[in-house]
């Protein structure tokens, strides 16, 4: 598909401004908005990349609607949902509290789910459309300290998944993204969360400009999915495993709290 309006949430963190690159340097002439609260950084994304920015707190889910029926009226219908934006802490499920996990909750799982359900229809109605749900291999394997993002990425990857079967058949494509960790903001936020040693020190990371890259070319080819660093694709594989439980047990890092 040629997309006319991309918009990208997350638009000022390290994968979704590698994303906007893409996208502009393929389709020069399409309209792309990046959404982000950091309002500097955000600003200096767009500017980059040619890109509209919107300022937007995710976490207010009832103003959603509102604020996508702004965006449409101003910029036209979204025709490729990128849902990139995402938080993680390392925290056991007793240390992180009930109000950091609805946040993490909200802006992992909720906010990607209301914003695919308000982009849809006109989707459908063209036959014509693509949604990337970035997910997260936290969300195949349990890894200490991430009940909340775990089982929020666990959500949104299923939920992406079933979405591809349902809109296969009606020109919407869908693709679940599963990145590893990935040098950003995010993974330098919950590096900090864990105890330093060997696991927290070596474990593969990958770069996201080559995250973006892959993504983009699986846009372009129609694809269901994207995982990297290539060895988590092994992980996937043997998720439902009890050996992979056994061995995530033994190897996630130890939160701090």
Request: glycine residues 10%.
């Amino acid at each position: 598909m040629t997309p006319t309006h991309i918009l990208i949430t997350g638009g000022a963190g390290a994968i979704g401004g590698q994303l906007a690159g893409q996208f502009r340097r393929h389709h020069p002439d399409a309209r792309i908005t990046l959404v982000d609260l950091n309002a500097e950084a955000l600003e200096h994304a767009a500017n980059t990349h040619d890109a509209q920015a919107e300022v937007c707190d995710l976490t207010a889910i009832d103003a959603l609607p509102a604020w996508w029926q702004s965006l449409v009226d101003r910029r036209g219908p979204v025709d490729v949902l990128i849902n990139c934006a995402g938080i993680m802490d390392i925290i056991s499920i007793t240390g992180t509290g009930w109000e950091q996990g609805k946040r993490l909750l909200d802006i992992n799982f909720t906010a990607p789910m209301r914003l695919m359900n308000l982009a849809l229809p006109a989707m459908m109605e063209a036959r014509n459309g693509c949604v990337i749900n970035v997910a997260s291999m936290a969300g195949r394997v349990p890894i200490r300290g991430c009940s909340y993002y775990g089982g929020a990425k666990a959500g949104i990857g299923l939920a992406s998944e079933i979405a591809r079967l349902d809109l296969k058949k009606q020109g919407v494509n869908v693709i679940t993204v599963y990145p590893g960790p990935i040098h950003s903001g995010l993974e330098s936020h919950a590096r900090s969360q864990v105890k330093k040693g060997p696991v927290s020190r070596y474990i593969p990371t990958g770069k996201p400009e080559v995250l973006a890259e892959r993504i983009y070319r699986t846009f372009g080819k129609g694809g269901a999915r994207v995982i990297y660093p290539d060895v988590y694709a092994l992980a996937k594989q043997v998720a439902n495993l009890n050996l992979t439980n056994r061995a995530m047990d033994f190897f996630s890092p130890q939160p701090n709290q």
